[in-house]
T-cell receptor, first 114, second 118 residues
Framework: AQSVTQLDSQVPVFEEAPVELRCNYS??????LFWYVQYPNQGLQLLLK??????LVKGINGFEAEFNKSQTSFHLRKPSVHISDTAEYFC????????????FGKGTTLSVSS | SAVISQKPSRDICQRGTSLTIQCQVD?????MFWYRQQPGQSLTLIAT?????????ESGFVIDKFPISRPNLTFSTLTVSNMSPEDSSIYLC???????????????FGPGTRLTVL
């Protein structure tokens, strides 16, 4: 069965610092990978996704992620964070086929302070 | 993309009662998914609802506790039956993007229903 591991439950950073949120997945088949963000008391919003092609994926709000098949990782990065990036971030995976649900990691709380 | 609405947005219920959550999508979709997000936790899939057939439940979830209806391609309901405080969670419905567009294989989420059971 597929699983997703988010290696850090909480990541505190200062404003304008770079950040990396780590995600590893386990799967023996092709997968689609996603990062979602959940701001306090709000729903889930897609940041970016990897389906195929270029391993470096750019998303909204200046975020990017790199798919590394050999390390089964999909780490999320941002070169300079803002206070407004404070939120819960979820990595998710699904098999590369239609009609299948997402499997989510436990989430990483990003706290940006000034 | 798909726009999803859920009703109610939140509710406070007494233990032993039931609550039905509605999920409406602005386009026809084959699969709808129901997730639960317990306080401070990640999302866990409850069941997959395909129009015209019985929902498929994940391990740990049963139809008697979480009956699901899927009467057409744009609507689904999830009922939380005989509630206890442990059922206090956010319940979210989700759909896959329509085929033939860039958002295909992306899942869209409703705003969620925040349930508190006393």
């Amino acid at each position: 069965a597929q699983s997703v591991t988010q290696l850090d439950s909480q990541v505190p950073v200062f404003e304008e610092a770079p950040v990396e949120l780590r995600c590893n997945y386990s799967s023996s088949v092709s997968v689609y990978l996603f990062w979602y963000v959940q701001y306090p008391n709000q729903g889930l919003q897609l940041l970016l996704k990897y389906l195929s092609g270029s391993t470096l994926v750019k998303g909204i709000n200046g975020f990017e992620a790199e798919f590394n098949k050999s390390q089964t990782s999909f780490h999320l990065r941002k070169p300079s964070v803002h206070i407004s990036d404070t939120a819960e971030y979820f990595c998710a995976v699904t098999p590369g086929q239609a009609g299948t649900a997402l499997i989510f990691g436990k989430g990483t709380t990003l706290s940006v302070s000034s | 993309s798909a726009v999803i609405s859920q009703k109610p947005s939140r509710d406070i219920c007494q233990r032993g009662t039931s609550l039905t959550i509605q999920c409406q999508v602005d386009s026809q979709v084959t699969m709808m998914f129901w997730y639960r997000q317990q306080p401070g936790q990640s999302l866990t899939l409850i069941a997959t609802a395909n129009q015209g057939s019985e929902a498929t439940y994940e391990s740990g979830f049963v139809i008697d506790k979480f009956p699901i209806s899927r009467p057409n391609l744009t609507f689904s309901t999830l009922t939380v039956s005989n509630m206890s405080p442990e059922d206090s969670s956010i319940y979210l419905c989700s759909v896959e993007g329509p085929r033939g567009v860039p958002s295909y294989n992306e899942q869209f989420f409703g705003p969620g229903t925040r349930l508190t059971v006393l």
